[in-house]
């Protein structure tokens, strides 16, 4: 299968971003999508509202339905999934991208903050994925995916972030088990994680403003990188931490340049890169501050 046509996808986070680049790129092959996310009025600290992802998903091609959604609530991701049965017929894909971030220690994290994390990012894809199961059995080549890294277990991931990490592993833990609980049933569980920092409102935003940004790839490298695993059979990929462009590097890109947002500035690493994972040749990219110098440095 080397087409999205006629495929529906549910996206966490779906408004912007990572979540949008995925959707897009599903929506030039003719798919269906259903963006499920907060943002229906314009915030302004972060472009985009389900209405206006909504909008680009029809001009790229695809069928979107918006659809206003908070995934801490298990009723409101319910009627989600029941409203994307309905207008589509089904579910094909599971994208769990919605997540917060808060890059603080035990001490400054208020457990407001670790509630959120660990209500979007855990409990939420756990949550996501319990509810499009069932209908994922009932598709040809279903696929579920996080937005979360490989479960490199080292003390530097926790020791200035602590409840980030946490959240974020959590995530992973879920493919890990839903790899292993689905795998009879032909359901593939994957995560999908950038090997550089990636040029959304998070990183501009929380961790580097502009500088970083221009040191970042752009959301298209993780649209065409999730494209890549969602036309694999999905009997034959599944329990894979996959890392973007070591996926596309493996499907025949070899031109990694047209992703990079400033190509004069040298690429920054991403959090959760382990690091023996070596990059596709040519590929060089700087390691990124640790949790504490950007703490620091804010």
Known sequence: MTSLRGKTLFVSGGSRGIGLAIALRA??????????????EPHPKLKGTIYTAADEVRAAGGKALPILCDIREEAQIIAAIDQTVAEFGGIDICVNNASAISL????????????????????????????????LKKAESPHI??????LDMK???????????MA????????LGLSAELKAAGVAVNALWPRTTIATAAVGNLLGGDA?????????????????????????????????DKVLYESGVR??????????????????????????PGVTVRALPSVGEVQKSR
């Open 168 to 175: 974020k592993f959590g995530m992973s833990m879920c493919v």
């Open 212 to 244: 970083m940004m221009r040191a970042s790839r752009t959301p298209e490298i993780m649209g065409d990188a999730a494209h890549v695993i969602f036309t694999k059979p999905s009997r034959e990929f599944t329990a894979q931490f996959c890392i973007d």
């Open 104 to 135: 603080t220690n035990s001490q400054a994290t208020d457990m407001k903050r670790f509630d959120l994390m660990m209500g979007i990012n855990t409990r939420g894809t756990f949550m996501v994925s319990k509810y499009c199961i069932p209908h």
């Open 27 to 40: 929506a030039r092959d003719g798919a269906n999508i259903a963006l499920a996310a907060k943002t229906a």
């Open 255 to 280: 031109d990694f340049e047209r992703y990079r947002v400033d190509p004069s500035v040298p690429l920054m690493s991403d959090f959760f890169v382990p690091d023996d994972d070596v990059p596709p």
């Open 155 to 165: 003390a530097k991931w926790f020791e200035h972030s602590t409840a980030y990490t």
């Open 145 to 150: 995916l996080m937005l979360s890294p490989p």
